[in-house]
């Protein structure tokens, strides 16, 4: 919702309240958010005023809307100051107010702050959950530090807690990083053996490492298993394996996936045209690459 809705939304809002019909909980809850999102703070402060002048004290939901908004724009001072002003008027943080600062921490890079919060929530009484632990995994496979990724995840097994696919996707991003395809395979091989199975995205994530490090021969097994699995791989798929082989200096195969793409009845794309036709410009196919490019058109 942006601009123009943003004040239509809010002209209903005023209408509402002229027709004599009260605003509850939901409706201004619902304003917040969409101002948030949009990074209005002002109205936010406006919002958060006439909540209080009406005798609707913000809730959790509130302030965890706040906070969550404010640490995605990196205000987090702000939101430090909010979660302050959440616990002076006795609403307890929950475990979702401290994911939000986490990851806010992480994102803009103040890993002391994170780590240091990840630790402090279980002793404020708020147990860490699944997405707290994929949170702090994911800031440090960000940032290749496998080894202390690893101990959160062991933490995380030792707590009871089941992984989800997101926990071994960012895993198994994280140990491309760091070229530790030991590390790869063996979380893969877990996967398979207790779950998930893998999503899409586990496949993405799979197929992009192999590529990228060299290992296209471990790629193209994957690709034709999936294909063995009836899954019907798409167009992204197909990309990163055309880059992975035309990156290689393997242009035949590149454009065996690329006919192959077309004979499926899925259409190429933007990307997939030109990381054939930089494939081939960069061997001297000139003219191969001009004709794609009269295709493409």
């Known amino acids: 919702m942006q601009g123009r809705t943003i004040a239509e939304a809010f002209k209903l809002f005023e209408r509402m309240i002229d027709k004599g019909v009260k605003p509850n909980f939901v409706t201004y809850n619902t304003l917040i958010h969409v101002i948030c999102s ?3 703070w002002e109205k936010v402060e406006v919002l958060l005023t006439r909540m209080i002048q009406r005798d609707i004290m913000p809730d959790a939901q509130t302030f965890n809307t706040i906070v969550d908004a404010l640490c995605k724009d990196g205000m987090l001072s702000e939101a430090e ?3 302050d002003a959440m616990i002076q008027r006795g609403i307890e943080p929950d475990v979702v107010t401290y994911n939000s600062l986490i990851a806010g921490y992480f994102l803009h890079n103040r890993i002391r702050a ?3 919060l990840f630790h402090l929530m279980s002793k404020r009484g708020c147990s860490p959950n699944v997405v ?4 702090v995994i994911n800031g440090y496979c960000k ?3 496998m080894d202390k990724a690893v101990i959160i995840y062991h933490e995380m097994l030792q707590k009871g807690m089941i992984p989800t696919i997101v926990t071994f996707n960012i895993l198994i991003g994280g140990f491309f990083q760091i070229v530790d395809m030991q590390a790869v395979e063996q979380l893969l091989r877990e996967m398979l053996d207790v779950g998930p199975s893998p999503n899409f995205q586990t496949y993405v994530i799979l197929l992009d490492g192999y590529c990228k490090h060299g290992h296209l021969d471990r790629a193209m097994a994957l690709f034709r298993q999936l294909e063995d699995q009836g899954m019907s791989p798409n167009v992204v798929i197909y990309n990163i394996l055309i880059n992975g082989m035309c990156n290689a200096g393997k242009l035949e195969d590149a454009k065996r996936l690329f006919n192959d793409l077309l004979s499926k009845g899925c259409q190429p794309d933007v990307m997939a045209f030109t990381t054939l036709m930089n494939g081939l410009c960069k061997e001297g196919h000139v003219s191969e690459a001009r004709k794609l490019l009269q295709e493409m058109g």
């Open 114 to 116: 994170a780590e240091s």
């Open 38 to 40: 949009v990074g209005q």
């Open 81 to 83: 100051s909010t979660l």
């Open 132 to 135: 707290t632990y994929n949170t």
């Open 143 to 145: 940032r290749k530090k």
